[in-house]
């Protein structure tokens, strides 16, 4: 689903110069042959500022901005950058060749095998920590009865993704999601908040993934064979909160760094150009 948006979509956007903060994108209807996507409220408008446009999870302009990304430069960066293998280029299954290399996988989030919580998490962490991708790890190191270092994985493996201009400005469009957006009121007192929602076709998958200066956390809601969750709402925000709230309760309150090279403007609210 639209988690997919900042890393495959957004954040490299950013990165290659396609977009800033102040970009306006179209969200009108879009027709490719027989594909004609929609958003969820199943509403179109004219052009809206990028920080709309990732707060409401809007599929129109997620599709443009990887139109001028293109598609083989956002594979490029989810597949090899951040390592999520599940994407596929291509795969063959029953006799049918199937790929992630297209608008629809890459842009929304309809992918071949779908991607686990853990990878995930290891590519939002490289928004969070100021670019870099780092090998997810479950343990250190792991000993022998004496004493004796067996394994040693106190040096993962790591690459950096973006800059850190790129991963500030991200930061900025997923908070943005929990302060207004479709993860309204899930900001972590103290903590300054960011996060992305997602959800599947016919509601068979709820996503949240949020990150605090401290932690990441993703959350998948769904069943082990896919059907409808029937709920309102989204419960993996739930979830997400009740777990960070918990975890962040006795640390002192922490915001993120702002990189040197960041260099803040005033801008029309109406085309996004200079004031």
């Known amino acids: 689903g639209s988690t997919i948006k900042p890393i495959a979509v957004y954040g490299p956007a950013i990165e290659e110069n396609v977009i800033n903060l102040s970009t306006y994108i179209d969200n009108g209807p879009i027709k490719i042959g027989s594909w004609a996507p929609h958003n969820s409220n199943g509403r179109f408008s ?5 920080q ?9 302009p997620a599709i443009r901005t990887l139109q001028a990304l293109t598609i083989d430069t956002s594979f490029e960066y989810v597949n090899e950058r951040m390592h999520m293998k599940s994407i596929v280029d291509k795969q063959t ?3 049918k060749e199937y790929s992630d290399k297209n608008l629809s996988s890459l842009a929304l989030g309809g992918l071949t095998n779908g991607v686990t919580p853990l990878e995930m998490s290891a590519a939002y962490c490289c928004i969070a920590n100021g670019g870099t ?3 997810p790890m479950t343990y250190s190191k792991i000993y022998d009865r004496n004493g004796n270092v067996l394994i040693d994985k106190e040096q993962p493996e790591s690459n950096r993704v973006f800059s850190e201009e790129t991963a500030f400005l991200t930061r900025e469009l997923l908070k943005g999601v929990v302060k207004s957006g ?3 009121g899930s900001t972590i007192p103290g903590m300054e908040t960011c996060g992305k929602t997602g959800t599947t076709d016919d509601n068979k998958d709820k996503w949240f993934i949020g990150f605090t200066p401290y932690y990441c956390t993703t959350v998948w809601v769904g069943y082990d064979s896919p059907r409808v969750i029937s709920t309102g709402t989204n419960p993996a925000i739930k979830i997400w909160k009740d777990i960070m709230t918990d ?3 006795d640390l002192p309150d922490e915001s993120f760094d702002t990189p040197s090279g960041i260099i803040k403007a005033k801008v029309c609210g109406y085309i996004g150009k200079y004031a």
């Not at 004219?46 to 990028?50: K, M, S």
């Open 46 to 50: 004219g052009p809206v500022p990028v």
């Open 52 to 60: 709309t446009a990732v707060a409401w999870s809007y599929n129109m």
């Open 93 to 95: 299954k029953g006799g």
């Open 133 to 135: 991708y780092i090998e």
């Open 182 to 184: 479709t993860a309204a």
């Open 247 to 249: 975890i962040h309760e």
